[in-house]
């Protein structure tokens, strides 16, 4: 090859390696971060809290041009079209007259109730409205319109203090309720609500619902039992709550809560066919009709909870996303997954944001395809050093994309995935834990 056409092909090159790297928007977040307390990680009983590690050393490709170039790039996907107008579902678990008897050991799921009294006037003071079960039926199955800034309140478990603690709050602010219950533990009278509690609750109007038999988290059973035991438990889990409460308190439960909002296609599809109709996870984040009504997001409500985290509850609303990977409640194998997704509404592109659990993780972003992407990888070297290992723990992670439209509304999407074991054919004292709430 001579000098010259040596030459050219340097020259092509280096234009085509810019030409493709302005085509990308690159996001590098600057740590500290601050991550809203909204998006913090519900963890299960063992080992699903995130642990990855900050995204600090991570080498992502960028170009000075990039910026300059992506607001005059047209897209190819049309925006989302769907319904629009969200609403909210809180998640409570306990609540504790006098959170300061506790010192350092209060649980993060006992909520105070001079807090919980705080969050029902701030509902009443800012219009927002809370809806029964019915209401939210009517809407979503029958288009019927629920009123301005709807929002579903819900306790799971069935804790005592449901009753002596949260319910005069809720009477004294008239509003209804959905108690997600799971029947070993009101089986077996322990610290939990009486059925004169219940009774009690139905008969102010509050909605009986399941939260299954005895409140497994029915992934990790899935991973260790054997599939002939799994397809025995899995329907009498779910089937149980529903012939339970109808003979007790004689209503038909129509709504599950998934246990530590874990799901996945098998829990999923068993949920339908036992005939539920809407099911909750803990995904935070708004609803609308575009969410599926079997895998419904939920704010938890964990103690301590700022003034300012619970108002901005009520900010956002959904942002549509497609060809999310990994799925929405996949089971994957790999502890260094690609986190990918397309972002269907018209956002500014250097509003968005990616957490995995609370971590904010870099990202690429095309802005034609509209493609978001986050390959975690395993340490590696990197020119003269080691880039930090990402790889993700076993468990359940969650993913949330934030970002803001160009009317200036916040909106985000909060999906979940899950890493197997490797190996769990053993019993583990890991099960034990998942077995009680005690850790509530
Ligand atoms: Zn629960």
């Keep these: 090859m001579g000098l010259k056409a040596g030459l050219r092909l340097w020259l092509l090159l280096v234009l085509l390696l810019v030409a493709s790297a302005a085509a990308y928007i690159t996001f590098k977040p600057e740590l500290p971060f601050s991550v809203p307390a909204a998006l913090m990680v519900v963890s299960e009983p063992a080992s699903v809290t ?36 969200p609403f909210v579902v809180l998640c409570y678990h306990r609540f504790v007259v006098h959170p300061e008897n506790f010192k350092e050991k209060l649980s993060e799921y006992r909520f105070p109730q001079a807090e919980f009294r705080w969050q029902m006037q701030y509902l009443k003071d800012h219009g927002i409205t809370p809806i029964s079960m019915t209401q939210l039926k009517d809407y979503w199955f029958g288009g019927k319109p629920l009123p301005a800034k709807p929002v579903l309140l819900t306790f799971d478990d069935g804790f005592r203090s449901l009753y002596d603690v949260m319910f005069p709050v ?77 003979k007790e308190f004689g209503v038909t439960p129509t709504t599950l809560a998934y246990p530590y909002g874990v799901y996945n296609d098998d829990i999923v599809n068993e949920t339908q066919r036992e005939n539920y109709q809407l099911a909750f996870t803990v995904n935070p984040g708004p609803n609308d009709r575009t969410v599926p009504a079997l895998k419904l997001k939920r704010d938890l409500i964990l103690n301590p909870m700022s003034h300012e985290t619970f108002a901005a509850l009520f900010e956002p609303r959904v942002l549509h996303l497609d060809h999310i990977q990994p799925g929405d409640g996949e089971f994957i194998e790999s502890h260094t997954p690609t986190i990918s997704m397309v972002i269907k509404d018209d956002v500014d592109y250097k509003s968005i944001r990616l957490f995995v659990g609370t971590a904010p993780c870099s990202y690429r972003y095309d802005p034609k395809t509209r493609e978001l992407k986050h390959q975690f990888h395993k340490a590696m070297k990197s020119g003269d050093h080691y880039l930090k290992d990402q790889s993700l723990k076993s468990g359940g992670h969650f993913v949330t994309v934030e970002a803001k439209d160009f009317n200036g509304v916040k909106r985000n999407c909060t999906w979940y995935f899950r890493i197997k074991h490797s190996g769990l054919n053993v019993a583990t004292k890991k099960e034990d834990r998942m077995k009680g709430v005690d850790d509530k």
């Design 50 to 85: 995130p642990t990855m590690s900050p995204v600090s050393g991570v080498v992502v490709e960028s170009s000075p041009l990039a910026s300059t170039n992506a607001e005059t790039l047209v897209s190819t996907v049309g925006p989302a079209s769907e319904d629009d107008s």
């Design 170 to 246: 809720l009477k004294e602010f008239k509003y209804p309720g959905v108690l997600f219950i799971y029947t070993d533990f009101i089986r077996d009278q322990g610290d939990s609500l009486t059925l004169d509690d219940i009774k009690a609750m139905q008969n102010y109007g509050m909605d009986l619902e399941s939260h299954t038999k005895s409140h497994l988290n029915l992934g990790y059973v899935e991973e260790k039992k054997s599939a002939k035991d799994y397809a025995r438990l899995l329907p009498l889990e779910l089937s149980d709550p529903v012939t339970y409460i109808q």
